[in-house]
Antibody, heavy 120, light 108 residues
Framework: EVQLVESGGGLVKPGGSLRLSCTAS????????MNWVRQAPRKGLEWVSS????????YYADSVKGRFTISRDNAKYSLYLEMNNLRAEDTAVYYC?????????????WGQGTLVTVSS | SYVLTQPPSVSVAPGETARVTCGGD??????VHWYQQKSGQAPALVIY???DRPSGIPERISGANSGNTATLTISRVEAGDEADYYC???????????FGGGTRLTVL
């Protein structure tokens, strides 16, 4: 069974930094692209960032480009999101999601999410 | 960027058919994917590539895509189908994943 478990969320002041982690199990992590998708309180889904299976290709939403960095460690079955210069509008539940085997942009398994709150 | 438009809400009685639409400029030329998010839970993929179902998704959930509208259809609606539904495509100038605003399906 595919399992994705996020951690690292919390309360941070505007301008601060936070590092999210996602630990995977139940599948061969190194064979799949991985993604972060977020959901602001009572709002819809927003794609944040994606990394290919070998980290060759990395993509960011315009709203986070230059502030967020996605990375992965295939040996540790882990995905990361380094978030810097955080803003109030970054407040959201951040989901780790696996890319489908046929297309990185189809999210076929999701974690339960970790809440990031940016507030003074 | 590419915009996907969904109705905020759809209501249907148990046993009836629910249709959730997703509008976009010539969306029929794109491949549409649908996610279901039940209250307090993470989203789950229910339809991909317009019409394909992941394993475990019942046949009464189906998708179609043509022209400027994609449609998620849920036949013989059950109370357990009550959820928010999101459409998604790869679009925009940067060709990034784009989600619709979501539709809340209420089972009366």
């Amino acid at each position: 069974e595919v399992q994705l478990v996020e951690s690292g969320g919390g309360l941070v002041k505007p301008g601060g930094s936070l590092r999210l982690s996602c630990t995977a199990s139940g599948f061969t992590f190194s064979r799949f692209s991985m993604n972060w998708v977020r959901q602001a309180p009572r709002k819809g889904l927003e794609w944040v960032s994606s990394v290919s299976s070998t980290s060759t290709y990395i993509y960011y939403a315009d709203s986070v480009k230059g502030r967020f960095t996605i990375s992965r460690d295939n040996a540790k079955y882990s995905l990361y999101l380094e978030m810097n210069n955080l803003r109030a509008e970054d407040t959201a539940v951040y989901y780790c999601a696996r890319g489908h085997s046929s297309a990185w942009y189809i999210f076929d398994s999701w974690g339960q999410g970790t809440l990031v709150t940016v507030s003074s | 960027s590419y915009v996907l438009t969904q109705p905020p809400s759809v209501s249907v009685a148990p046993g009836e058919t629910a249709r959730v639409t997703c509008g976009g400029d010539n969306i029929g030329s794109k491949r549409v994917h649908w996610y279901q998010q039940k209250s307090g839970q993470a989203p789950a993929l229910v339809i991909y590539y317009d019409t394909d179902r992941p394993s475990g998704i019942p046949e009464r959930i189906s998708g179609a895509n043509s022209g400027n509208t994609a449609t998620l259809t849920i036949s013989r609606v059950e109370a357990g189908d009550e959820a928010d539904y999101y459409c998604q495509v790869l679009g925009g100038i940067n060709v990034h994943p784009v989600f619709g605003g979501g539709t809340r399906l209420t089972v009366l």
